[in-house]
């Protein structure tokens, strides 16, 4: 009999262990100059640019190997949806040309490793360790310098400490009664096991119909003896279309990637779809409808990103794309009853991050899936055999909680950091972050934060606007060590300014008036149930010109000492 499930630090130690091999390179250097946490995607980048500076660097990284997002999410079905070679890191034309990305929308497997090669071709991992999580980072007004904790009880001292923490890192459990009794097989997605798991015969459920959600049902709906989906609120999915990439379209890749990111950084998210001009009403209902058939069939963002540019903002507009993909649901799905379930009700297309499938609504004509709308019949408990709602008690061998994350700020949440003074972050960010840039906080000198809330990349095609925060730190680093700068912080004034530029972005956004992990949500968290505005929403090319006009008023909106 497998474990029963327990809080996430249980799972997180359960799947450590079951870790053959933990990766260790050696070492921590006694006070390099900066600490980097996290070596994922923006960690990596950050650590190679930081080193070419000659700074003594040194990554903490809580898992057993490098890749973030792409090591810990190892869930069946867990891809890109995102083009793979806009993907990709773009500051090395030698590594542009030499991985070759196997299908236009990778799988985690493929991205990991990915990371891995660039992590070796550049000699990164001698300056990560391993299994070692940051418990805290507490800044000393006297050194002027950062303590940092480990989980261990060993510390570090630096002088400069960069968060690379990704923005979807703090997994969280359903709070549901009954979660750790369950006597079978449970997973968080984000918590997947290295080793296989074995799905034939077994009697599965999945809780949570997010983005992840919907790759983990649509994957593994084949392979189950039975999968019974609990859901509580459907998404507006859209077709991904993927496919191989042919050995044509591998060179005219590899040819084309300065116009390709040359376009990249011309677009709000940084995808290659950009919005059309024009508003819904500005063309003829059968034009509207064609072009959004065309839009249907091709892949990727599309439907979403290359929309009317009124979709997002005029819910009339809105209403008309959501009836066009709520037919399409109707059309997929045998059973009209199963489909009204499948169809959104309480928020629009696009207003929530659109997960992109599979024959995922396919799935559910099934004999072997069950849907189960949580919001007729609850969930009143997880019982050692199985899911008890108010009508019926399901019995299981497996539950995966597809069940998402304390989005964006929850990782800063899970670590302590105190700036000047002992404040501590979590509480100055209790009602909301407040940044400036979204790469520093106000009374926490000489600390940045790549991917930070109130920055554009969480709203972007992520290594993108990674590559835009790491190369503005960077240069900013530069600017600390010619001129021989010893600390570095943001003014209150700049900081107020910054927030309120952020709220103010945000308003006429359909997407700020509903519920998701992008207003910061989530009823599994105590206090995360009123919305904040957490992303920077005024696209990418106008986030990268504000923090470039910083710099080149010698960073205005900091004080350097
Ligand atoms: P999401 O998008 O936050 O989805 C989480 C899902 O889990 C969502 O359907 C939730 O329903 C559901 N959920 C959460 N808690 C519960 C409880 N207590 N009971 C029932 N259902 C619950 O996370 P994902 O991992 O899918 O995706 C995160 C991002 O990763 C994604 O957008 C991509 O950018 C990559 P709810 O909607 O809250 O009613």
Partial sequence: MAPALAAPERVDAMNEMR????????????EPDVIIIGAGISGLYQLYRLRELGYGVQVFETGSDLGGTWYWNRYPGARFDSESYTYGYSFSDELLQEWSWSEHFAPQPETLRYLQHVADRFDLRRHIQFNSRVVSAHFNEASQRWTVTLDTG???????LITALGPLSADTLPRIPGVESFSGQSFHTYRWPHEPVSFAGKRVAVIGTGATGVQVIQTIASEVGSLTV??????????LHNRPITEEEQSQIKGNYPALFALLRT????????????????????????????????????????????????PKANALISDFIARKIRQRVKDPAVAEKLIPKNHGFGTRRVPLETRYFEAYNRENVRLVDINETPIERITPKGIKTSDAEYEFDMIIYATGFDAITGAFDRIEFRGIGGQLLKDKWADGPKTYLGLQSAGFPNMLTIVGPHNASTRCNIPRCIEQNVEWVTDLMRHVRDNGINRFEATDAAEAEWSHHIETLAEGMLYAQIDSWATGINRNVEGRDQRRILQYQGGAPAYREKCDAVAAQGYAGMKLS
Wanted: contains cysteine; charged residues 20%.
């Fill in 154 to 160: 060993a510390q570090h001292n630096c002088r400069f």
């Fill in 19 to 30: 870790r053959t091999m933990p990766a260790n390179s050696g070492p921590a250097l006694t």
């Fill in 230 to 239: 609990f859901q509580r609120t459907p998404n507006w999915c859209a077709p």
């Fill in 267 to 314: 677009t709000p998210g940084c995808y290659i779809h950009n919005a059309d001009p024009r508003s819904v009403f500005e063309v003829t209902p059968e034009e509207r409808e064609a072009f959004w058939e065309q839009r249907y069939a091709e892949p990727g963002f599309g439907i979403w990103q290359a929309n009317y540019r009124d979709i997002l903002t005029d």
